[in-house]
């Protein structure tokens, strides 16, 4: 059991399914039970077994043959775990990781990693993002990440 910053207590697949339910509502203003287990790669009936259970932990209303919608608890728990997840990409996309890489690792991350060590995670990305750090530092680690794997490339 994963505990999101005092929220709630939750397994990381319970997590994985309410980040997927709100970015499948964020995309198509609803979640359905295909278009979940598209976004998970999962079978339509894991998708309804979890969202049963979600629903019946209070943090979303499933209508079966509807699909299901974030309660406010969900949807708080929901924008933690986006939050986390959006922000361990953008770091690593900030250190030259490819973004669908960026994307799985931070999937795996956001599970692990301290809240406190996220949160400065992503002091850092701002750091960068709104020019208080230097772009010629960005730019010369950029560089410094080529030449380090053309020369690995070479041996």
Known sequence: MVKVQGVIALTRKAE????AILNVSLEKGYARTKDVAGEL????????????????????????????????EGEKVAWVIKSRHDTLKSFLMLIEVPED???????????????????QIGVLVEYFRNGTGSSDARER???????FHFERRQR
């Not at 994985?16 to 980040?19: P, Q, S, T, V």
């Not at 943090?59 to 699909?67: A, I």
């Not at 690792?105 to 301290?114: I, S, W």
């Not at 680690?141 to 030449?147: D, V």
């Open 101 to 119: 890489v960026a994307d799985k690792d931070a999937c795996f991350m956001e599970h692990e990693l301290h809240p406190e060590t996220i949160e």
């Open 141 to 147: 680690f950029s560089a410094f990440c080529k030449k």
């Open 41 to 72: 790669d999962v079978s339509p009936s894991s998708v309804v077994e979890m969202f049963q259970k979600l629903d019946r932990m209070g943090l979303v209303e499933y209508r079966k043959y509807e699909g299901v919608t974030l309660r406010p």
């Open 16 to 19: 994985d399914y309410l980040e």
